[in-house]
């Protein structure tokens, strides 16, 4: 099975099987076979799959792109890569070894009980590849031969070198079950470096170690088979098993013609045995493999001396450069000299701690430098040059210049880039354009008039012209229309003097504009009267605010009238103030009318406390005749009753009665008058008491109507306690007095709203036709004769001058025959009335 070995971003050796087909790698949980737990967004980055028997992989258009063995591959299906053992990959930050074959540490020595293996024919071998070419070989295997001596002939990587062995005997030998390649370690001992089991095999796999030592002493190719039981030598436990196994062996011989390391191949089965010739084949294999494998061990040695020696020599140079150098891999710092360090507001050793670069650039930046970088690392054709932003530690910008380029390091590619401090060049870029372009303005400004043939101050020109067409035109619109509002429009400008009037201005001062235009305050006005609006007119101008004036203005010839004056600044293009306009109308016939008003508010206030103080004293200075005629009609019936004739009689009852009924027109006249009269002042009041008083008031009329008095809870508020309970009095004894056949049924509620309370009396009484709600009102207006419903008509006008009195309004819902609802309202003070929300 393959896999992915992590060395890098997982923990190193943590072993990810590529069991699903596709196998997609990424950081999404509900679609990846594979999942980075890292930190970014959710997303797919690669896909592993099998096309003919052979692995790819694809960049799924990841960010920070997909790089095999240091080298980035195009997005997409076209960018697909061909994986082979051995395969470094990059995935976004995880590092990861591709590998076909199990793990090596598998592979265990197993000790054959036997002194000597069946070792059926052998072939000498030699450092020297023309000693023998397999020529006895069959055509066919010495083609596979020829195939895997060009497969290998221009490989060396030995890390590739050795999985590409192994799958290339396994191609000259198909019926081989088992392989292995054993090479010398620093000690001299052989150890399985490569190799390949069956799929499905469970447990070590193992090598005969008497074969291979055999193969190391006779220094020749073996054909052997194995027959009998071995006994693992590992760990002292012993292992019985049957073994029945053909196996070829060949020593891999060096220029020295020492043994680097053994070929071994099995078949475990007795249907299928090697033979001589394949013997003969793997002999040749086994020279020419030498040689690669040795070739790929000088070469590793040579680039390890001259890495070494480079970076050593590359080190030195860049260390003690002015220029800043960073190396590093998608960004995490490999090296970095101090003077790239420094540029930025850090050490060298601060900038190797950090997990990313990435944040020492400009945030705007940081997408061109992520894709430029694998851009290059993918050899795309880009500028190797551009110049980008970066932070320094304190949070400040810095120009630099920054060079991109691909190299190697520690063996693996990596990006260089170079840095140059731009800081000055764009200081002096900057003061060079400002003066180049201060040289061009005042070139401009000093040319204007000998540029006629330039092209492009003609165009300016034109342009200018048009702006002043248009500009005419806005004018001659905004002249158009102050010139037909009937308001007064004028503008002055910093010294006073007036730069524009309309007609509605020139017609009110009866002058013409050029009478005004160019003309200041003190050249129209009174000096006192210029001097005020010369200072209005500094105000308005040094704090930008409007000001609102009225005044009365005098003229010369005597004209005079009052106007509604505001003053606003007028700013010019660099919004510095350049004037005051001017807006006013007159109000000399609107003063007029308002003195008119108030004077006739002042008389009807006058004649309204005449009016009550004459009902006052009329009603309560009739009082005491009135009591006399009343006596004295009373003492004649008492005394004469009988006396005379019987319309004698009848006269004196009707004298009686109408004094009577004059007493109760004076006595409710007067208590109308003292509604206004009456000085005690508001307080609070619980409207649940006063009506309980006015219910003990009620109380024989209440009993003898059968009336049921009910009521809500009622709230506290501010009025005059007598004159409330008097309100409430008056209502709850019309509702008994139009009563209708049915007891009446009378119910008082309140309402909270805003600024008040909405009371209400409700009974079931006569009720009243809608042409009648504002005649009850009215003083001694009644809607029945006294005979047939006792009252003077001046209850209700009473109720409704006393909730004016406490700022309310008293109307009337009612219908003949249903009943009648009376409400009212009562103010509540400011304090306490609320403020209604957005939603009421």
């Given at each position: 099975m393959?896999?992915l070995k992590a060395t890098?971003?997982?923990a190193?050796?943590t072993?990810?099987k590529?069991?699903?087909?596709?196998t997609?790698?990424?950081r999404?949980?509900?679609v990846?076979d594979i999942?980075?737990?890292?930190?970014?967004?959710?997303?797919?980055?690669?896909r592993?799959?099998?096309?003919d028997r052979?692995?790819?992989?694809?960049d799924?258009?990841?960010?920070?792109g997909?790089?095999?063995n240091g080298?980035?591959?195009?997005p997409g299906?076209?960018?697909?890569?061909r994986?082979?053992?051995?395969?470094r990959?990059?995935?976004a930050?995880f590092e990861?070894?591709y590998?076909?074959d199990?793990s090596?540490?598998?592979l265990?020595?197993?000790?054959?009980?036997t002194a000597?293996?069946?070792?059926?024919?052998t072939?000498?071998?030699?450092?020297?590849?023309s000693?023998?070419?397999?020529?006895?070989?069959?055509?066919?295997k010495?083609?596979?031969?020829?195939g895997?001596i060009?497969?290998l002939?221009?490989?060396?990587?030995l890390?590739?070198?050795?999985p590409?062995?192994?799958a290339s005997?396994?191609r000259a030998f198909p019926?081989t079950?088992t392989g292995c390649v054993?090479?010398?370690?620093k000690?001299?001992?052989?150890?399985p470096?490569?190799?390949?089991?069956?799929r499905g095999t469970q447990?070590?796999?193992?090598?005969?170690r008497t074969?291979?030592?055999?193969?190391?002493q006779?220094?020749?190719a073996?054909?052997a088979?194995?027959?009998?039981?071995?006994?693992?030598?590992g760990?002292?436990?012993?292992?019985e098993?049957t073994l029945?196994?053909?196996v070829?062996?060949?020593?891999?011989l060096?220029g020295?013609?020492d043994?680097s390391?053994?070929i071994?191949l099995?078949?475990?089965?007795?249907?299928?045995q090697f033979?001589?010739?394949?013997?003969?084949?793997l002999g040749?294999?086994?020279?020419?493999l030498a040689?690669?494998?040795?070739?790929s061990r000088?070469?590793d040695?040579a680039?390890?001396?001259?890495?070494?020696n480079?970076?050593a020599r590359?080190r030195k140079?860049?260390e003690g450069?002015i220029?800043?150098?960073?190396i590093?891999?998608?960004f995490k710092p490999?090296?970095v000299?101090?003077a790239w360090a420094?540029?930025?507001g850090y050490?060298?050793?601060e900038v190797?701690a950090?997990?990313?670069?990435m944040?020492?650039i400009a945030?705007?930046?940081?997408?061109?430098a992520?894709q430029?970088a694998?851009a290059?690392?993918?050899?795309d054709?880009?500028p190797?040059?551009?110049?980008?932003q970066?932070?320094r530690q304190d949070?400040?910008?810095v120009?630099?210049?920054?060079?991109?380029?691909?190299i190697e390091?520690?063996?693996q590619?990596?990006?260089?880039?170079?840095?140059i401090d731009?800081?000055?060049r764009k200081?002096?870029e900057?003061?060079?354009?400002?003066?180049?372009?201060?040289?061009?303005?005042?070139?401009h400004?000093r040319?204007?008039?000998?540029a006629?043939a330039?092209?492009?101050?003609?165009?300016e020109i034109l342009?200018?012209?048009q702006?002043?067409?248009?500009?005419?035109e806005?004018?001659?619109?905004y002249?158009?229309l102050?010139?037909?509002?009937?308001?007064?429009?004028?503008r002055?400008d910093?010294e006073?003097?007036f730069t524009?009037v309309?007609?509605?201005?020139?017609t009110?001062?009866r002058?013409k504009p050029?009478?005004?235009?160019?003309?200041?305050?003190?050249?129209l006005?009174?000096p006192?009267?210029a001097?005020?609006h010369r200072s209005?007119?500094?105000k308005v101008a040094?704090?930008g605010?409007?000001a609102?004036?009225?005044?009365t203005v005098?003229?010369?010839?005597g004209l005079?009238f009052?106007?509604h004056?505001i003053?606003?600044p007028?700013?010019?293009?660099e919004?510095e103030v350049?004037?005051?306009q001017l807006?006013?109308w007159?109000?000399t016939?609107?003063?007029k009318t308002?003195?008119?008003?108030?004077r006739?508010?002042a008389?009807?206030?006058r004649?309204?406390?005449d009016l009550?103080?004459?009902a006052?004293?009329?009603?309560h200075d009739?009082q005491?005749p009135?009591?006399?005629i009343?006596?004295y009609?009373?003492?004649l019936?008492?005394?004469?009753a009988g006396q005379?004739d019987?319309?004698?009689d009848?006269?004196?009852?009707g004298a009686?009665?109408?004094?009577?009924?004059?007493?109760?027109?004076?006595d409710?006249?007067l208590?109308?008058s003292?509604v206004?009269t009456?000085k005690?002042?508001?307080?609070?009041t619980?409207?649940?008491?006063v009506?309980?008083?006015?219910r003990?008031?009620?109380e024989l009329?209440?009993?003898?109507s059968g009336?049921?008095?009910t009521?809500?809870?009622?709230?506290?508020?501010?009025?005059?306690?007598s004159?409330?309970?008097?309100l409430f009095?008056n209502l709850v004894?019309?509702a008994i007095?139009?009563r209708?056949?049915?007891?009446?049924?009378?119910?008082?509620?309140?309402?909270e709203?805003d600024?008040?309370?909405?009371?209400?009396?409700?009974d079931?009484?006569?009720?009243?036709e809608e042409?009648?709600?504002?005649?009850i009102?009215?003083?001694?207006?009644?809607?029945?004769?006294?005979h047939?419903r006792p009252?003077s008509?001046?209850g209700?006008?009473?109720?409704?001058?006393?909730v004016?009195?406490?700022?309310?309004?008293m109307?009337?819902?009612?219908?003949?025959g249903?009943?009648s609802?009376?409400?009212?309202?009562?103010a509540?003070?400011?304090?306490?009335a609320k403020q209604p929300?957005?939603a009421?």
């Open positions: 393959a896999v890098r971003g997982l190193p050796g072993i990810c590529l069991q699903s087909e596709p997609v790698v990424g999404n949980p509900k990846c999942v980075l737990e890292h930190f970014a967004v959710s997303r797919e980055h690669a592993i799959e099998t096309i052979t692995r790819y992989v694809q799924l258009d990841s960010r920070n997909v790089l095999i080298k980035v591959i195009k299906r076209e960018g697909r890569q994986l082979y053992p051995g395969d990959i990059e995935i930050a990861f070894i590998d076909e199990p090596t540490d598998d265990v020595f197993m000790a054959d009980d000597r293996p069946g070792i059926l024919s072939i000498e071998c030699s450092a020297d590849s000693r023998s070419s397999g020529s006895g070989a069959r055509p066919d010495l083609h596979t031969l020829v895997i060009e497969d002939s221009h490989e060396l990587d890390e590739r070198v050795l590409k062995i192994i005997l396994f019926q079950q054993l090479l010398r370690d000690a001299g001992q052989l150890v470096v490569a190799a390949q089991v069956p447990g070590p796999m193992r090598i005969s074969i291979v030592d055999e193969v190391v006779q220094r020749r073996i054909l088979c194995s027959t009998g039981t071995d006994s693992s030598t760990d002292g436990d012993i292992a098993e029945r196994s053909s070829i062996s060949a020593p891999l060096n020295a013609n043994v390391g053994v071994q099995e078949i475990a089965n007795e249907t299928e033979t001589h010739s394949d013997l003969e084949l040749a294999v086994a020279r020419h040689v690669v494998i040795e070739n000088f070469h040695s680039l390890r001396e001259q890495r070494s480079f970076e590359f140079l860049i450069s220029q800043g150098i960073l590093h891999r998608l490999l090296f000299n101090e420094a540029l930025h050490t060298a050793k190797l950090m997990e990313s670069t944040p020492l945030p705007h930046e940081r997408e061109r992520m430029f694998l290059r690392m993918r050899g054709d880009v190797p040059r551009y110049e980008a970066h932070l949070g400040s910008t120009w630099v210049e920054k060079f991109i380029s691909v390091w520690d063996g590619p990596a990006v260089q880039t170079a840095l731009l800081s000055q200081a002096t900057a003061a060079l354009q400002h003066a180049h372009d201060d040289l061009e303005r005042r070139v400004e040319t204007a008039e000998l006629a330039n092209y492009q101050l003609q165009a342009e200018r012209r702006a002043e067409v248009e500009l005419g806005s004018e001659s619109l002249h158009s102050v010139d037909h509002i009937p308001l007064c429009v004028a002055k910093t006073g003097k524009f309309n007609k509605a201005l020139c009110l001062f002058m050029e009478q005004v235009i160019g003309k200041t305050d003190y050249d006005f009174a006192e009267a001097e005020t209005l007119d500094a040094s704090t605010e409007l609102e004036v009225f005044e005098r003229l010369p010839g005079e009052d106007i004056t003053k606003t007028i700013y010019g293009c919004d350049i004037g005051t807006l006013f007159d109000i016939a609107q003063k308002e003195g008119e008003r108030n006739y508010a008389e009807l206030e004649s309204n406390r009550e103080q004459f006052y004293s009329v009603s009739l005491a009135l009591r006399t009343a006596s009609c009373q003492l019936q008492r005394r004469y005379f019987a319309d004698a009848e006269f004196l009852e009686v009665e109408g004094a009577r009924r004059m007493k109760r027109l004076l409710d006249l208590a109308y003292r206004t009456d005690h002042p508001f307080s609070e619980d409207c649940n008491v009506l309980a008083e006015a003990n008031n009620l009329q209440l009993r003898e009336a049921e008095l009521s809500d809870a009622l709230p506290v508020v501010v009025g005059n306690r004159q409330l309970m008097q009095q004894g019309n007095a139009y209708s056949d049915q007891p009446p049924q009378i119910h008082v509620s309140a309402k709203c600024a008040e309370w909405t009371f209400c009396v409700k079931n009484g006569v009720g009243i042409r009648q709600y504002e005649r009102f009215q003083i001694f207006q009644r809607l029945f004769a006294e047939e009252g008509g001046v209700l006008s009473i109720c409704k001058r006393i004016e009195r406490h700022h309310g309004r109307w009337l819902v009612s219908e003949p249903k009943g609802e009376f409400y009212f309202t009562i509540k003070p400011p304090e306490q929300t957005k009421e």
